[in-house]
């Protein structure tokens, strides 16, 4: 028998279990995204999606700086900075859904459209 058999299937299944978890992640992220916005949507309806869920944003990052928590895993990584971006991203989508501005999308810009 190849006394190196256990080793190599126990790092196939620990490099095995770090992907899985990697994946898991991110899909749990997009679980978040999706969840956020289908409830946006009832609540707001489509043309307000933006604003919803960037004030929701804006809400955490405020609640957590309140309790005294001034770090984040968000790239950006400094609070303030990131909730005056998303407030002035709910501010300017709200603006444009309110005014029946229609905002374009990197896809219909593509096309030409």
């Known amino acids: 028998m190849d006394s190196h058999a256990g080793p190599v299937e126990t790092d196939n299944a620990a490099l095995r279990a770090r992907e899985a978890a990697k994946w898991e992640g991110l899909a749990f992220t997009f679980c978040k995204a999706a969840t956020l916005v289908f409830l946006a949507t009832l609540v707001a309806g489509p043309k307000y999606i933006?604003?919803?869920?960037?004030?929701?944003?804006?809400?955490?990052?405020?609640?957590?700086?309140?309790?005294?928590?001034?770090?984040?895993?968000?790239?950006?990584?400094?609070?303030?900075?990131?909730?005056?971006?998303?407030?002035?991203?709910?501010?300017?989508?709200?603006?444009?859904?309110?005014?029946?501005?229609?905002?374009?999308?990197?896809?219909?810009?593509?096309?030409?459209?």
């Open 50 to 113: 933006m604003s919803l869920v960037a004030l929701g944003t804006v809400a955490c990052y405020m609640v957590m700086m309140w309790h005294g928590r001034m770090d984040t895993r968000c790239f950006a990584k400094y609070p303030p900075l990131i909730s005056g971006f998303w407030l002035a991203v709910a501010l300017g989508a709200g603006y444009c859904a309110w005014a029946g501005i229609e905002l374009p999308s990197i896809l219909s810009l593509a096309r030409g459209d």
